[in-house]
């Protein structure tokens, strides 16, 4: 594999703009290669070497710009027979001279990526940001000179060396000089953060078993010294690891919050071992506190800080790989460079890249190994094995064979026997054996577009997965179980099929001896029901919990405080209004039997029908109303306004089917157009934040994934498609059906865009962490606070300067909540600086 593709493979996402430019470098070694082939090539002519002219000729149609030739430059010159240039003279005293670092390993990689791990070179305190000859230290400037080897290297070879330079050369210096700088800043912040992140940690485990040592010591109080059970938490509260003794003095940063603790939490209510009066015996507590929103349990604050650990042994990991994968890359183009431009220099340059941070420092092996450490002896026992478990993600599948195979079959299965299905539904023969085949087709339409939106949700993914668009962040599943998009494929086909094998059974009464027509419909929501709901660890389990789940917080919206996964699963289920709408024969089929369905079970003139078709834009509306009231942006209530012309024109259709009167029209059709218009808006501006002013892409955003030409059509199609309704104007149930076709065709496109401009703002803010909320907000000393925005701790008085709050009440100091609704006036705020944030946080 080639280092460049390499490199993006392993990168991370969100961070690829803080990564070595390795490709832009490539780039400007193609121009050293082209301008060394022109000057040797102008040499070879005055000398009249044709063949050697020659050799150049078929060196510049290298592909990949950099020469093949092997550098001529010796004792004598083979192409000019004259003595050796300056610049090669100036290298070769130099490398000459310098010493054989026994004690550093010379990374060396080849084409296909690399070959051996780095080795840390010694540590220095040297950060910032340089010139190629010049280093910054707190003290001030030095050359180069001044490191390890300036003893053996004078500062005037050093100049003779780089003041050769061609003009492309230069360049490329110059170029990896702030490439450079600009790692060295990245990391820096990030190593800060990760330290100062590590401290915090540590405060709010100590908090936590404070917590745990005074609900035992409560306990103690309460209980009868001589039953069994005041033994047992006798010795448990003995065995307690941590029993500090918190003073003023040697524990500032937490004593007041100890004090909290040791106040309030006796008098709350419940913990892991029940219910414990105050040590007083009595249960009056201030009315701010005895609330209960404001307690919190042990079990809680242990689980969330055991999830704050992890993520953040994610990061460290993260970062490391950062700093490897850039050092490899520094090490590879120093190769390339010295193949190209004929004349090494890899040798010097790179004691230079080993000043900086990202290469020797070791403050983040510290951190991770105190994290370690930390997280085996709080959470595993002291068992290592078990501890590096918890913290490390498994090695992802390689393959996805079986899952395949398995969708392969299922599909197989499934293409036939639809054909043969079509034949049996555009039977007349079949509607008249059939008294209940109208009907039963339109609950089986209610269930063929969800099965089928699915599977275009399946796309979704794997376009997300080919453009490396991190999805998985985006919806904060959990990397240990996530699915792939082959595995994602397959429950929808297992669905699929069990969908059409019933219909097949159905209409060709294979067994209508045995089972009536009526009765098909209900076994396959029994049996999807029955797989969906399934409490065994087969099929996926622990992804269908998570839409169970999230689907219950779709229905349950306002009650809880919004994300992501929350207002994205809303908007899937606005565009499947089609199956809210005919899922009311479903229900009307088995509540009122008769013999003259199609009379009594006229769904679409029923007037609850279309209130609830409009359930899933209701929802909406309640999320950004939930939203504003979090948040206070007024632009959740312009979101509002648009699902609530949702509502009205699903109200308004419903109400022309009944009424079916010239005004009851127009009014219909002027509350779908003025939603038309304001959905199409908000798509295109909004939700893909295009048609940005001063954008370098007309029209569209400066930072694309995707080919320019995609944008322009996917706009022109959605905006089309927020018209499709104009075709189901009459009473079609078939014109009704392709329009939902239709609506979920465009949903799918919709999904790849909005996640791409989720993606693209993690991007531009280095967002790749998880946002997990630590039990207690704690001020910390002023030396290890982290600035979250505009959530910057405001003055306290000296009483209130140290203070520990329940999660429940505010958000945690460094791991607080993304406002996930885009908001495009945020974005031109980051850019003129009105904003203050910190990469990651």
């Not at 490398?95 to 084409?111: A, I, N, R």
């Not at 008294?435 to 794997?462: E, K």
């Amino acid at each position: 594999m080639k280092f460049a593709k390499y490199l993006e493979t392993e990168s991370i996402p969100e961070w690829r703009k803080a990564y070595l430019n390795y490709k832009g470098l490539k780039k400007r070694l193609k121009a050293i290669g082209n301008a060394r082939i022109a000057r040797e090539m102008e040499l070879a002519f005055n000398n009249g070497n044709l063949h050697v002219l020659d050799r150049f000729r078929k060196a510049a149609d290298n592909s990949d710009g950099e020469t093949r030739l092997k550098p001529k430059y010796n004792r004598s010159s083979a192409l000019t027979g004259e003595s050796i240039p300056a610049l090669a003279v100036a290298t070769a005293s130099i490398t000459s001279s310098l010493p054989s670092h026994t004690g550093d390993v010379v990374l060396d990689y080849d084409e296909e990526g690399p070959s051996t791990p780095i080795s840390e070179s010694p540590q220095t305190e040297q950060v910032g940001q340089d010139t190629f000859l010049e280093r910054r230290s707190t003290s001030g400037k030095r050359s180069l000179a001044d490191t390890e080897i300036s003893s053996e290297i004078s500062e005037t070879a050093y100049e003779r060396l780089f003041a050769n330079l061609t003009k492309e050369e230069g360049d490329f210096f110059q170029m990896l000089d702030a490439e450079l700088a600009k790692i060295e800043t990245f990391y820096d912040e990030k190593e800060r953060e990760a330290r100062k992140k590590l401290a915090v940690i540590k405060q709010q485990i100590e908090l936590v078993e404070e917590q745990k040592r005074v609900l035992l010591e409560s306990q103690l109080h309460a209980c009868s010294c001589s039953s069994q059970h005041c033994t047992l938490i006798r010795n448990h509260y003995e065995r307690s690891s941590l029993q500090p003794n918190f003073h003023s003095g040697n524990h500032p940063e937490l004593y007041n919050a100890v004090t909290w603790i040791r106040k309030r939490l006796p008098k709350m209510s419940k913990t892991f071992y029940g219910t414990f009066p105050s040590r007083s015996g009595t249960r009056e507590a201030t009315s701010e506190w005895a609330h209960p929103e404001h307690h919190i349990s042990y079990t809680v604050a242990k689980s969330s800080i055991k999830r704050a650990i992890t993520e953040f042994y994610r990061s460290t990991e993260m970062l490391k790989n950062y700093r490897v994968l850039n050092h490899m890359g520094c090490i590879k183009i120093l190769k390339k460079f010295d193949k190209v431009a004929g004349w090494r220099a890899s040798t010097i340059y790179t004691e230079k890249v080993d000043t900086y941070a990202f290469v020797q420092s070791k403050k983040l092996d510290e951190v991770i190994r105190e994290t370690e450490n930390i997280y085996i002896d709080k959470f595993a026992g002291g068992q290592r094995p078990r501890g590096m478990d918890g913290l490390r993600l498994p090695k992802q599948q390689g393959t996805y064979h079986f899952a395949s195979w398995r969708i392969g079959i299922y599909m197989g299965l499934s293409i036939p026997t639809c054909v043969r299905l079509a034949g049996l539904v555009l039977d007349p023969a079949t509607s008249s054996r059939l008294p209940s085949f109208a009907i039963n087709l339109q609950i089986y339409a209610c269930f063929v577009i969800p099965l089928l939106f699915c599977l275009g949700f399946g796309v979704n993914l794997a376009v997300w997965s080919y453009a490396r668009i991190n999805y998985r962040f985006i919806f904060e599943f959990n990397p240990r179980d996530t699915l792939n998009f082959h595995q994602f494929f397959e429950l929808p086909s297992l669905f699929l099929l069990l969908l059409i094998h019933t219909m097949y059974f159905d209409f060709s009464e294979k067994f209508s001896e045995a089972i009536s027509s009526q009765m098909y419909p209900l076994i396959y929501v029994g049996v999807a029901t029955a797989i969906l709901l399934c409490p065994f660890p087969v099929l996926y389990y622990s992804s269908r919990r998570w839409l169970v789940i999230s689907l219950a917080r779709v229905f349950a919206s306002g009650f809880f405080r919004i994300e992501f996964r929350d207002f994205f699963i809303g908007d899937e289920l606005n565009s499947l209004s089609y199956s809210f709408w005919t899922f009311g024969y479903f229900i009307c089929a088995y509540d009122r039997r008769s013999d003259d369905m199609d009379y009594t079970c006229n769904v679409a003139h029923m007037w609850v029908t279309p209130f609830v078709s409009a359930l899933p834009a209701l929802w909406r509306l309640v999320q950004c109303l939930r939203r504003y009231h979090d948040s206070s942006q007024r632009v959740h209530l312009v979101n509002a306004g648009k699902y609530l012309s949702s509502v009205l024109a699903m109200v308004m259709v419903g109400t022309n089917r009944i009424i079916g009167t010239p005004t009851a029209r127009f009014v219909w059709i002027a509350a779908a157009s003025a939603n038309s218009i304001y959905t199409s808006v908000w798509d295109v501006f909004m939700d893909w934040d295009l048609f940005r002013p001063h954008s370098k892409n007309l029209f569209l955003r400066d930072d694309l994934v995707f080919r320019r030409w995609i944008y322009y059509v996917v706009i022109i199609t959605d905006v089309l498609l927020r018209f499709a309704w104009i075709i189901s104007m009459g009473d079609s149930k078939v014109m009704s059906f392709v329009t939902a076709l239709l609506e979920a065709y465009r949903r799918i496109q919709w999904n790849i865009f909005r996640l791409e401009n989720e993606h693209l703002n993690n991007v531009g803010h280095f967002r790749a962490i998880k946002d997990i909320p630590l039990p207690f907000n704690v001020i910390p000393d002023p030396r290890l606070s982290i600035i979250v925005g505009e959530r910057r701790p405001s003055a306290v008085s000296d009483a209130e300067t140290i203070s520990s709050r329940p999660a429940s009440q505010t958000v945690s100091i460094f791991y607080g909540r993304r406002d996930f609704e885009n908001r495009r006036e945020d974005i031109d705020e980051d850019r003129i600086g009105h904003r203050e944030r910190r990469f990651g946080v």
